[in-house]
């Protein structure tokens, strides 16, 4: 203790580099059936007019907790209200390449959200605009924010393959053919209607039935179609594979 304390006495940080935490979030939702993520066009510099993941830096407060702030800055959504309950948000990658951030050595530590039906964005104060963009429209990213996105949608898909991570996209009561245009939408593919039912009723504890139907026919005008909650299962177990040539529509 005593060591310590003489340290402190002596320490300078002026002797040392300055290093900045910033926080980046790959906020991604379903809207018209198109995989969108959230830009914002920056305000200030560096990188002025240019689109970037929504971001910033760390204050006084844990990583996931900035992370979560800048996250409904941007959506509008006000925490403690309930409204961001059902946001899944996980730690995605740390970003320190040298040079990423004009300004300074800046280390970025990257999250990934999901979640529903998430309104029309509201800038936050650092930003001039914030949008919903289609994923395959998001590109020339300022900072490395291309490739922060990149792996944010690799883990995405990766993700629907073995956890019941779809579910966060739909509704609390679904079908499971709004689960099979969430997997489409993600994975980017149209996939084969009877063999994705099949599928996702083989796996133990992903979905559970309600009981209950649609109020009107399912796809097609079809019979109408079950209602089902996600399960209990953090796994799925067998895995549903992104999908091979028997499973596309053909």
Request: hydrophobic content about 35%.
């Amino acid at each position: 203790m005593e060591d310590q304390e003489s340290f402190l006495a002596g320490y300078d940080p002026r002797k040392y580099p300055s290093v900045a935490v910033t926080v980046d979030v790959v906020a991604l939702t379903i809207r018209t059936g198109t995989l969108c993520v959230l830009l914002v066009e920056r305000g200030a510099q560096p990188f002025a007019g240019q689109r970037a993941l929504p971001g910033g830096f760390v204050k006084s407060e844990t990583l996931d907790d900035a992370a979560l702030r800048e996250f409904a800055e941007e959506t509008g959504l006000t925490p403690g209200r309930g409204e961001l309950d059902r946001v899944h948000l996980e730690q995605l990658k740390t970003y320190g390449n040298p040079g990423r951030d004009p300004r300074m050595r800046v280390v970025s530590v990257a999250y990934l959200a999901f979640a529903p039906s998430l309104p029309e964005p509201t800038a936050g104060s650092d930003a001039a605009r914030a949008y919903w963009v289609p994923v395959d429209e998001a590109k020339d990213l300022a900072f490395d924010h291309d490739d922060v996105l990149a792996d944010g949608l690799e883990r995405a898909r990766s993700k629907l393959e073995y956890t019941p991570l779809a579910t966060a996209f739909v509704a609390e009561e679904f079908t499971v053919g709004e689960l099979r245009q969430v997997y489409g939408c993600v994975w980017g593919e149209e996939l084969h209607a009877g063999n994705f039912h099949r599928k996702v009723l083989s796996v133990p504890g992903f979905v559970e039935s309600t009981g209950r139907t649609t109020s009107r026919g399912g796809e097609r005008g079809g019979p109408k179609a079950k209602l089902y909650r996600a399960g209990d299962a953090t796994l799925l177990h067998p895995a549903l594979l992104r999908p091979t040539r028997e499973d596309r529509v053909r």
